[in-house]
Each structure stands twice: as structure tokens, then as C-alpha cells.
């Protein structure tokens, strides 16, 4: 008889409150949307504005282009980030599916920008993409000894 000597674990589902609290400890996570009638993914550095994912974009990049083409609701999106340790498998990943609009009025620009450097040092990422959660989903993956809490702190 094989003995699985692997730590055990437990699945916690989040709620959104806490979903978005998590998700506003990160600065970095994956940005899908659809580009050419596929689905695309981007690393991008983000904030959590008001209950809203806010991200940097630059002139004539896939999303900002979609953005300017869409009408009042904006585009449809699903934003990811996680912090999952590689050994325990241990952490968190909070999905949140919803609307992205550019931000236009250059006041909400200028104190947004200021907030959110660029994430990568060759792009002139001069707009913001501001994303409101239609749907937050979040799941906590914990070793069954440690309490809700615990879990949340170290994956």
C-alpha cells in the first residue's frame, strides 16, 4: 500500500470584500480580453481604486484601441492575480470579470497615473483602463491545520 505523506489542503471560497482586499495587496496580475476575435493575455501592474482595477495603457495598444472603438458599457474583460507559493501550492487567486473603460476626464487621469507607475520601462503609458467588477471570485487554498487568517498571510 502507497502512503500519501503530502499535506493536506482545503479549498475557501472568498467573499468579493475580501476577494478585493486581497487583490489590492499585489500590484501585479493578468489582464484577458479579446483581441482579433481571440482571447489575449497581458501582465500588467494594477490598483484597486475604489472598489475598481485600475491599469496603465499605452496609445495604440490592443486594449486601449478597443476601448476607444467601444460604446458607453466598455469592453468586456477578467483580471487575474494570485500568490500561490511554487512548493506548498499554498495561497490565493482572486478573478474579477467586468467593464473597462478608458479613464477620460483628465483630472481622474492625472491623480490616477500619479499612483501607478508603468510596469515596464520602454512604454510612453500615458491612459488608464479603469475595470468595474461585475463579478469578483476568490478561492484561498490553505493546509488544513491553518486557520482562515493564516492562510491569507503566508501561501
Known amino acids: 500500500m502507497i502512503s500519501d505523506h503530502s499535506p493536506r489542503r482545503r479549498r475557501v471560497d472568498l467573499g468579493p470584500a475580501e476577494a478585493l482586499s486581497l487583490l489590492g495587496s499585489v500590484s501585479l496580475g493578468r489582464l484577458v480580453f479579446t483581441w482579433q476575435a481571440l482571447p489575449t493575455v497581458r501582465p500588467v501592474n494594477h490598483i484597486v481604486d475604489g472598489g475598481d ?3 496603465r495603457t499605452q496609445e495604440g495598444g490592443a486594449l486601449t484601441s478597443s476601448a476607444q472603438r467601444a460604446d458607453g458599457t466598455g469592453v468586456v474583460v477578467a483580471y487575474e492575480a494570485d500568490v500561490i507559493d511554487p512548493e506548498t501550492h499554498a495561497g ?7 467593464f473597462a473603460r478608458l479613464i477620460t476626464d483628465p483630472d481622474e487621469l492625472r491623480r ?7 510596469w515596464g520601462p520602454q512604454q510612453e503609458t500615458d491612459h ?10 476568490g478561492v484561498l487554498v490553505t493546509d ?5 487568517d493564516e492562510g491569507r498571510r503566508r501561501p
Not at 487567486?93 to 467586468?98: A, D, E, K, N
Request: no cysteine.
Open 53 to 55: 482595477i485600475v491599469i
Open 92 to 98: 490565493w487567486s482572486v478573478v474579477i470579470t467586468g
Open 112 to 118: 490616477v497615473l500619479g499612483m501607478l507607475g508603468p
Open 128 to 137: 488608464a483602463v479603469r475595470i468595474h467588477p461585475e463579478m469578483v471570485t
Open 144 to 148: 488544513t491545520h491553518d486557520t482562515h
